[in-house]
């Protein structure tokens, strides 16, 4: 079983920055990666990693994800940031054919 916990959500103002850890209790994985959910939407894919590195067509040249080995850590570097970008963000995980979520943290762009 692995456990996945988020941090560093909050609310920021437009064109403001902000960055998400995702610390897993696992070792390795198969593809880890963030995901949102606005009010309203459906649960999207915002940037992974794994085999190759994906992203979102919304947030590429203002994301960047990237990972601790050492940390066990996953991170989501968001910058420029839209009230488009508001929603709760989600960690994801796979590993041996099972999939893995983080509670979610809140993402706020408003001024």
């Known amino acids: 079983q692995v456990q996945l916990v988020e941090s560093g959500g909050g609310l920021v103002q437009p064109g403001g920055s902000l960055t998400l850890s995702c610390a897993s209790s696992?070792?390795?994985?198969?593809?880890w990666g963030w995901y949102r959910q606005a009010p309203g939407k459906q649960r999207e894919l915002v940037a992974s990693?794994?085999?190759?590195?994906n992203y979102a067509d919304s947030v590429k040249g203002r994301f960047t994800i990237s990972g601790d080995s050492a940390k066990n850590t996953l991170y989501l570097q968001m910058n420029s940031l839209k009230p488009e970008d508001t929603a709760v963000y989600y960690c994801?995980?796979?590993?041996?054919?099972?999939?893995?979520w983080g509670q979610g943290t809140l993402v706020t762009v408003s001024s």
């Open positions: 994801n995980l796979n590993l041996l054919g099972r999939t893995y």
């Open positions: 696992g070792r390795g994985f198969s593809t």
């Open positions: 990693i794994g085999a190759r590195t």
